[in-house]
T-cell receptor, first 112, second 114 residues
């Protein structure tokens, strides 16, 4: 059974701090990794994706991938109250026709 | 605003009704998806269409019937639903189907079954 695991949280950080969200996956055949942000009552919004080991930066967001250890993380620098949301990690595996396996999501709360 | 448009935004229906959810994208994407999401849970894949052909059906009950009339449109026909089918129904699209394709979600239809 392919699994993607995230801490459900809530993860609480003060405004201006770095928020670190982690995700582990069980299938070594996994190729692609996506981070979605979902505000309460809204739909998921794609914020980052990463395919290769290492770091990928986009503004205040950095995705980190370590395939040997089977984890992917999302760092949010200078966290703002508007970053308060649930963050979903999704994993794509070769030859699954586009099916993504989602983690349960981590709820992030940024306190002013 | 998202580039995947879903209508209606809210739908309340009885268990004997027939209704349809609609999804439209104009990004030239050739893969479209239906997901169901319950509160505080991740999205669950229901169907995948690739080049207007159904490529994945995640053992969804027959009371849900998908249709892809053309490359821009995706419908989900609903009939004889149960109260447990109340959820947020999400449409997504990607350039093509594949594990490396970012999927973009619409705003969803919030469905309530009475």
């Amino acid at each position: 059974q392919k699994e993607v695991e995230q801490n459900s949280g809530p993860l609480s950080v003060p405004e201006g701090a770095i928020a670190s969200l982690n995700c582990t996956y069980s299938d070594r055949g996994s190729q692609s990794f996506f981070w979605y942000r979902q505000y309460s009552g809204k739909s998921p919004e794609l914020i980052m994706f990463i395919y290769s080991n290492g770091d990928k930066e986009d503004g205040r967001f950095t995705a980190q991938l370590n395939k040997a250890s089977q984890y992917v993380s999302l760092l949010i620098r200078d966290s703002q109250p508007s970053d308060s949301a649930t963050y979903l990690c999704a994993v794509g595996t070769y030859n699954q026709g586009g099916k993504l396996i989602f983690g349960q999501g981590t709820e992030l709360s940024v306190k002013p | 605003d998202t580039e995947v448009t879903q209508t209606p935004k809210h739908l309340v229906m009885g268990m004997t009704n027939k209704k349809s959810l609609k999804c439209e994208q104009h990004m030239g994407h050739r893969a479209m998806y239906w997901y169901k999401q319950k509160a505080k849970k991740p999205p669950e894949l229901m169907f995948v269409y690739s080049y207007e052909k159904l490529s994945i059906n995640e053992s969804v009950p027959s009371r849900f019937s998908p249709e892809c009339p053309n490359s821009s449109l995706l419908n989900l026909h609903l009939h004889a639903l149960q109260p447990e089918d109340s959820a947020l129904y999400l449409c997504a699209s990607s350039q093509k189907s594949g594990e490396d394709q970012p999927q973009h979600f619409g705003d969803g239809t919030r469905l309530s079954i009475l």
